[in-house]
Structures are given as structure tokens and as C-alpha cells.
């Protein structure tokens, strides 16, 4: 089931979503952008970052969209993300997207070794997602939820992590030779994504 050209846009204007809310939530964790209220501040920032991953999680299932679509006819109507994640992972076990770090080895031609660490892994983005979805919620005074939301990390450098997977990340393809190497932020300022193989690429985005 390949992935075709309209799947690829698809991918495409997801991470340019990514990284136009990457910017916003930038501006917002830096202090350069406020409301004035520093408790709305740190519920816009977490919109941000739920719809950021979001977007991953969409931008997945475009990669796998013909087989998700065999196994979820529905799945225009789906929304949340972690049960897009789940059920890609049950279709495809190796979806997550592969965090890379370019180098250039002759003209015209780069090489991509997986980065080693730094970068938001599936574990890191079930635990965003969940705790970012808290703090959109109303705090119930009479629940045993905790009124203060713990996120391990500043939000700064969970944006960081998110970047460093997707400045340059592959998606292996299910029974294909071929992977998507995916660039979020090109020259030109938008995404791009390339069908390569080891030993061409086809571009498209």
C-alpha cells in the first residue's frame, strides 16, 4: 500500500502547521509574547503543544493512511492522538517518526545517521500529550486531581525536543524499500518530503 503524492502533501502541511505553533510556542516560553496573565500564558503554551502533537499523530497516519484506512474506515472522524498512535502501532510497529542528523558526503549527495538522544521519543509524547490535555481542563476543587500539573521538563526544552525529532526525521514505509526522509523547515521555509531510497530520492512538498 504506498504511500501516494496527496498522502505526502498531506504530511507536508502538518509540519508546517508544527512549525508555525513552534514559533508561537517559542515566543510564548521566551516571554516575547503575553497576555498579561501568566496562568493564561501556560494554558495558550500547552494548546500549542497538544496541537503540535496532534499534527504528529495526523502526520502519521497520512504516511500509513491506506493501510490505517483499511483497518479504521472512519478514520477522518478521529481526533485524539494517542489512539491514532495505538492503532498505528498495532498496524505498523516501527511508524514512530526517526529522528536524523544530516551530513553531506559528496555533491548532491547526504548521509542520515539516527540521532542518539534529545529528541521527543513515543514514551515522552503519550506523557505530553496527557499532561498538556490537564491543564486545559478546569481544575475541579472537589476531584483528587492535583491543582499543579508536573511536567518534568520546562516547556522550552520539551519544544526543543519535539524540533530536534522532526527537523530531520525518516518514516519507514510497512513492507516497502523505500522511506520518507522529511525535512521540516527547507530553505524555502517549508516542509518537504522525499521518497528515498539508498541509492536515489524523489521530492515532493
Same mark, same amino acid.
Given at each position: ?11 507536508c ?6 512549525? #508555525? ?10 516571554? #516575547? ?16 503543544? #497538544?496541537?503540535? %502533537? ?6 502519521s ?5 491506506? %493501510? ?28 514512530y ?33 496527557? =499532561?498538556?490535555?490537564?491543564v ?6 472537589f476531584?483528587?486531581r ?5 511536567f518534568q521538563?520546562? /516547556?522550552?526544552?520539551?519544544?526543543? #525536543? ?8 525518516l518514516i519507514r ?7 520518507? /526522509? ?9 516542509a518537504?518530503?522525499? =521518497? ?7 521530492g515532493?512538498?
Open positions: 500500500m504506498p504511500t501516494t503524492d496527496s498522502d505526502k502533501i498531506a504530511y502541511r502538518c509540519m508546517d502547521d508544527v512549525r #508555525r505553533r513552534l514559533g508561537v510556542l517559542a515566543s510564548l516560553t521566551g516571554g #516575547r509574547v503575553s497576555v498579561g496573565d501568566e496562568s493564561a500564558d501556560a494554558e495558550i503554551a500547552c494548546l500549542q503543544v #497538544r496541537k503540535i %502533537l496532534e499534527q504528529i499523530a495526523f502526520a497516519l497520512a504516511a500509513s493512511r491506506e %493501510l490505517y484506512a483499511t483497518a479504521r474506515p472512519k478514520f477522518m472522524y478521529e481526533w485524539r492522538a494517542t489512539q491514532i498512535l495505538n492503532q498505528l502501532a498495532t498496524l505498523h510497529a516501527d511508524f517518526p526517526k529522528a536524523v542528523v544530516p551530513s553531506k558526503v559528496g555533491a548532491n549527495r547526504w548521509h542520515f545517521d539516527l540521532r542518539a538522544d534529545g529528541f521527543l521519543t513515543e514514551q515522552d509524547f503519550v506523557f505530553l500529550y496527557d =499532561t498538556s490535555s490537564d486545559l481542563h478546569a481544575w475541579n476543587p476531584g483528587k492535583p491543582a499543579v500539573v508536573g521538563r520546562p /516547556l522550552a526544552e520539551w519544544a526543543a #525536543r519535539i524540533e530536534s525529532l522532526l527537523s530531520f526525521h514505509l510497512l513492507d516497502q524499500p523505500d522511506v520518507l /526522509l522529511v525535512q521540516l523547515n527547507g530553505d524555502d521555509g517549508k518537504h518530503v522525499l =521518497t528515498a531510497s539508498p541509492l536515489s530520492g524523489r515532493h512538498g
